[in-house]
């Protein structure tokens, strides 16, 4: 059995930039950013990348990479990497976006180093700090209440004003980056369970994990990073990464 392995959903059809994936950043294509990033990470026993269009899979075996073709009819990314995983002998299954060219590696071994500490955690994700006010009041910014323990109690695109903390005199919320890590027997436990009223008000599946009783552990990140939705995130990304080779 393997330990870990980490998944790229990578969906060619986004409806709010199309073939966002393949668009060209700092002279390769996003997808080859998140891969050669994911690659680095230590704790890794391999990596593939789980696509639904020939264009993406050609694309990544130009560049060296793994990838899999996957049914263009799954809804979520969750649902791709059961379809990966089925048949693979692995305990920790790493979700990594497809669209997240500046991941950081450090952060996918600490997701898998957390799991390997406590082995009653099924589900982890990862957290960082801002100050920003318009990412507070952005819909497409998911905040996150956590607990003592380090484990979420709410995720809601909403600004909430319980996540508005006083930190050094500065107010501070948790944001969420969209990278998860869970144990393969919890990740079928979780396709198998019925959407949530949360999770559809709110548009965010992993409000289904914690309406069925489940735990998702936190791990807090400095490391910045881009979610390439926009064409504007996509000049955003392209500053980030100047500014990393300058």
């Known amino acids: 059995m393997m330990e870990a392995i980490g998944v790229i959903p ?13 668009k060209e950043l700092c002279g390769k294509p996003v997808i080859q950013h998140v891969y050669e990033r994911a690659k680095k990470a230590k704790m890794l026993d391999d990596l593939v990348v789980a696509a639904d269009d020939d264009r993406i899979i050609q694309k990544v075996e130009a560049f060296g990479g793994k990838a899999v073709f996957t049914s263009k009819f799954h809804s979520t990314g969750t649902d791709r990497l059961t379809e990966v995983v089925n048949q693979i002998d692995v305990r920790i299954v790493v979700n990594i976006q497809g669209d997240e060219p500046l991941i950081d590696p450090m952060v996918i071994d600490g997701l898998i180093h957390t799991m390997q500490n406590d082995r009653e955690i099924v589900m982890a994700t990862v957290v960082k700090k ?21 484990y979420a109690l709410y995720f809601s695109r909403s600004p909430l004003p319980a996540l508005w903390q006083s930190d050094n005199q500065e107010d501070v919320f948790y944001k969420h980056i969209g990278l998860y890590a869970y144990t393969k027997d919890f990740l079928f436990t979780f396709k198998k369970l019925p959407a949530s009223y949360l999770e559809t008000h709110e548009r965010l599946e992993q409000l289904r994990a914690l309406e069925h009783g489940y735990r998702i552990k936190t791990i807090e990140t400095a490391s910045e990073t881009v979610g390439i939705d926009t064409p504007e995130d996509l000049e955003r990304a392209k500053v980030l990464l100047e500014k990393e080779t300058a």
């Open 130 to 150: 801002s100050r920003s006010p318009e990412e507070f009041r952005s819909p497409d910014v998911v905040k996150v209440v956590i607990d003592m323990n380090e």
């Open 10 to 22: 990578a969906r060619y059809g986004s409806t709010r930039f199309e073939g966002k994936v393949l």
